[in-house]
T-cell receptor, first 117, second 116 residues
Framework: GAGVSQSPSNKVTEKGKDVELRCDPI?????LYWYRQSLGQGLEFLIY????????KSGLPSDRFSAERTGGSVSTLTIQRTQQEDSAVYLCASSVRGGGGAHNEQFFGPGTRLTVL | AQSVTQPDIHITVSEGASLELRCNYSYGATPYLFWYVQSPGQGLQLLLK??????LVQGIKGFEAEFKRSQSSFNLRKPSVHWSDAAEYFC??????????????FGKGTKLSVKP
């Protein structure tokens, strides 16, 4: 079946502009995660959605970052007033369910490479 | 706080040689542990995982890893490396007690180069 898809694959924007990144999880997966991969920082957790529960936003680096998940499926990560330090690859993952155990095996999308000029 | 350490930033091995990538974690209870591989320009692919039971776990592509609680380690091994194994490898632990927090905490990765 189809894996996790993300769009766009590449995004170049100017400092100060807003950007939206999209993630389509695997059908039937109730948990969805956003991570950021940048040079020198490795992979950082940003936000986690589990079903209809309030998202875990503990990894968001600033209030310029927000995410929503509509209808328990597609998710959009929005970065407002982008800064050069936001340049990174943004990865989305989904799993059958959140929490511990085998159901937390996370399947990753190919990522969106964001470049802020 | 939980953390994952991959001591080796870059490793080069000859094709056909054996491989061991190191991973150490800090966590009080039994962790949920994962190894992912990322080829250039690709997303992350799960190689193997450990939740409980047998401490030696087998994964895809001929990889295995051994959980050693006494050493807080989960090292990845392969007996004979192929050129196609050149990639970056990430060790991760499930956050929170029993991974209950949901997200993964990743090490900074080890880049593997393979010499012909």
């Amino acid at each position: 079946g189809a894996g996790v898809s993300q769009s766009p694959s590449n995004k170049v924007t100017e400092k100060g502009k807003d950007v939206e990144l999209r993630c389509d999880p695997i059908s039937g997966h109730t948990a969805l995660y956003w991570y950021r991969q940048s040079l020198g920082q490795g992979l950082e957790f940003l936000i986690y959605f589990q079903g209809n529960s309030a998202p875990d936003k503990s990894g968001l680096p600033s209030d310029r970052f927000s995410a929503e998940r509509t209808g328990g499926s597609v998710s959009t990560l929005t970065i407002q007033r982008t800064q050069q330090e936001d340049s990174a690859v943004y990865l989305c993952a989904s799993s059958v369910r959140g929490g511990g155990g085998a159901h937390n095996e996370q399947f990753f999308g190919p990522g969106t490479r964001l470049t802020v000029l | 706080a939980q953390s994952v350490t991959q001591p080796d930033i870059h490793i080069t091995v000859s094709e056909g040689a054996s491989l061991e990538l190191r991973c150490n974690y800090s966590y009080g209870a039994t962790p949920y542990l994962f190894w992912y591989v990322q080829s250039p320009g690709q997303g992350l692919q799960l190689l193997l995982k450990y939740f409980s039971g047998d401490t030696l776990v087998q994964g895809i592509k001929g990889f295995e890893a051994e959980f050693k609680r006494s050493q807080s380690s989960f090292n990845l091994r392969k007996p004979s490396v192929h050129w196609s194994d050149a990639a970056e490898y990430f060790c991760a632990v499930g956050a929170g007690y029993g991974g209950s927090q949901g997200n993964l905490i990743f090490g900074k990765g080890t880049k593997l180069s393979v010499k012909p």
